[in-house]
């Protein structure tokens, strides 16, 4: 399994501005993410997972979204990880330059 660790990142959404976090955790043999942001609790719940080569790919799925397909991916190399969620209304939130902090 890749990516697994804690992975800060620095997003700017018109929603949040500042530390965000990727959790890659192993749960039965799959992928177990979750997002933390500091004050906030974010509600993804991340489904479908694959690897390929250094890139999990998959989709997320929000309460306020109902029934939406959040597409998903996160490439770790070198040590740093980045992606995007691309969220219905809000928009792609990419992310990069993240660093493993746990």
Not at 20 to 37: C, N, P, Q, S, T
Not at 60 to 79: V, Y
Not at 83 to 90: A, Q, R, S
């Amino acid at each position: 399994m890749i990516g697994l660790g804690k992975w800060r990142f620095i997003v700017n959404t018109r929603f949040h501005s500042g530390e965000a976090f990727l959790v890659v955790g192993e749960k039965d043999g799959e992928y177990d993410i979750r997002v933390e942001i500091p004050g906030r609790r974010p509600d993804f719940r991340f489904g479908s997972l694959r690897e390929e080569g250094n890139t999990i790919t998959g989709s997320a799925q929000h309460s306020l979204l109902q029934g939406k397909s959040i597409p998903f991916s996160a490439t770790f190399e070198d040590g740093t990880a980045s992606g995007f969620l691309d969220v219905p209304i809000v928009g792609m939130i990419k992310f990069s330059g993240g660093e493993r902090v746990g």
